[in-house]
């Protein structure tokens, strides 16, 4: 079956300006998970969300950076007045429910000049 | 909180050798460990995975890791490593909350003919 899909794949943008990176999990997955992925930092958690219950932030490391989750499904990943050091892959993942294995999509690379 | 550690950053192995991988946790509770994939521009893949019972876990492509409590550790092994296994893998262990995944820095593979 089809797993979670993200885009764009890549994202090139300039400093100062708002980007919004979307995810799709796999149909039926209530829990969804966002990760970045940078060199300094290596894997690190974003967000969250299970169901209808408020999302998990604790891991977004500003302001700046919010996501939402439309109808239990897709979720978008918005960076606003975006700095370089946002640069980073940014990935989705979903799972079943809280305690089962996360299946990851293929993330998008974000780049800021 | 939990964290990961991969002591080995880089591993260079010859075609047909056999590939063990180091992983060590810190939880206070009994782990929800897992082994991902990373092929470059991929997203994770799933290895295999320990929730309880048998300590010795079979995974995909081969792969099986053995929990041991006893020095916190989650090791991934493979017989024979094939050239198609050159990625980078990262252990990871479930948050307390059953969210967020704590990833260790990673270990990149690679495979000599």
């Known amino acids: 079956g089809a797993g979670v899909s993200q885009s764009p794949s890549n994202k090139v943008t300039e400093k100062g300006k708002d980007v919004e990176l979307r995810c799709d999990p796999i149909?039926?997955?209530?829990?969804l998970y966002w990760y970045r992925q940078s060199l300094g930092q290596g894997l690190e958690f974003l967000i969250y969300?299970?169901?209808?219950?408020?999302?998990?932030k604790s891991g977004l490391p500003s302001d700046r950076f919010s996501a939402e989750r439309t109808g239990g499904s897709v979720s978008t990943l918005t960076i606003q007045r975006t700095q370089q050091e946002d640069s980073a892959v940014y990935l989705c993942a979903s799972s079943t429910d809280t305690d089962q294995p996360q299946h990851f999509g293929d993330g998008t690379r974000l780049s800021i000049l | 909180a939990q964290s990961v550690t991969q002591p080995d950053i880089h591993i260079t192995v010859s075609e047909g050798a056999s590939l063990e991988l180091r992983c060590n946790y810190s939880y206070g509770a009994t782990p929800y460990l897992f082994w991902y994939v990373q092929s470059p521009g991929q997203g994770l893949q799933l290895l295999l995975k320990?929730?309880?019972?048998?300590?010795l876990v079979q995974g995909i492509k081969g792969f099986e890791a053995e929990f041991k409590r006893s020095q916190s550790s989650f090791n991934l092994r493979k017989p024979s490593v094939h050239w198609s296994d050159a990625a980078e893998y990262f252990c990871a262990v479930l948050g307390d909350a059953g969210n967020m995944l704590t990833f260790g820095g990673g270990t990149r593979l690679m495979v000599k003919p």
């Open positions: 149909s039926g997955h209530t829990a």
């Open positions: 320990y929730f309880s019972g048998d300590t």
């Open positions: 969300f299970q169901g209808n219950s408020a999302p998990d």
